[in-house]
């Protein structure tokens, strides 16, 4: 139980252009999700956190107009990179919080590459 | 505000030694605690969580950590370790009230040597 599907895997993209990634709890319903990034060889950094039929709540320096980010249901979140740009490349990951455990699951990430 | 530290950017031994990895925290409410591993573009892998319960936590893959409040530590250890265990291993805290949302150390890259 409590398994959270990430998709793609990876992407390569033009700089310039937006990516979509997708989160989702398989087997639960996730209320709360969280978008992190991470940089090579360096720890997670939160991006955001991600409510389902509100707005999402953004970290202190994450541009929200750049890193759109919907909740529409309690089992899908998505994160759409906008206007991509080679400094945006990074390893997205996200998570859900399970509502009845102390916890919560990671997806297996997102490889983003602009060119 | 929390924060961990995690001591040793690398660690490296030899297959069958004792694996410990440090981590401090640093939290103004009583925390939660994790230990995550994660393998090369790949997501994390949750090991052990300290949710207040014993202080001696249990998680897979034979590892363990213990709470030390007074210390404000939650070492990671494993009696023997093998190759599959090399892996970059990170701690992260959060608070009660949300617990979803975790503050990560630098992580540990393991290291494991025939």
């Known amino acids: 139980g409590a398994v959270v599907s990430q998709h793609p895997s990876w992407v390569i993209c033009k700089s310039g252009t937006s990516v979509k990634i997708e989160c989702r709890s398989l087997?639960?319903?996730?209320?709360?999700m969280f978008w992190y990034r991470q940089f090579p060889k360096q720890s997670l950094m939160l991006m955001a956190t991600?409510?389902?039929?509100?707005?999402?709540?953004?970290e202190q320096g994450v541009e929200k107009d750049k890193f759109l980010i919907n909740h529409a249901s309690l089992t899908l979140s998505t994160l759409t990179v906008t206007s991509a740009h080679p400094e945006d490349s990074s390893f997205y990951i996200c998570s859900a919080a399970r509502t009845d455990i102390y916890g919560y699951t990671f997806g297996s990430g997102t490889r983003l590459t602009v060119v | 505000a929390q924060s961990v530290t995690q001591l040793g950017s690398h660690v490296s031994v030899s297959e069958g030694a004792l694996v410990l990895l440090r981590c401090n925290y640093s939290?103004?409410?009583?925390?939660?605690l994790f230990w995550y591993v994660q393998y090369p573009n790949q997501g994390l892998q949750l090991l052990l969580k300290y949710t207040s319960a014993a202080t001696l936590v249990k998680g897979i893959n034979g590892f363990e950590a213990e709470f030390k409040k007074s210390e404000t530590s939650f070492h990671l250890t494993k009696p023997s370790a093998h190759m599959s265990d090399a892996a970059e291993y990170f701690c992260a805290v959060s608070d009660r009230v949300n617990a979803g949302k975790s503050t990560f150390g630098d992580g540990t890259t393991l290291t494991v040597k025939p």
């Open positions: 087997d639960f319903q996730a209320t709360t």
């Open positions: 939290s103004s409410v009583p925390p939660y």
């Open positions: 991600s409510n389902e039929g509100s707005k999402a709540t953004y």
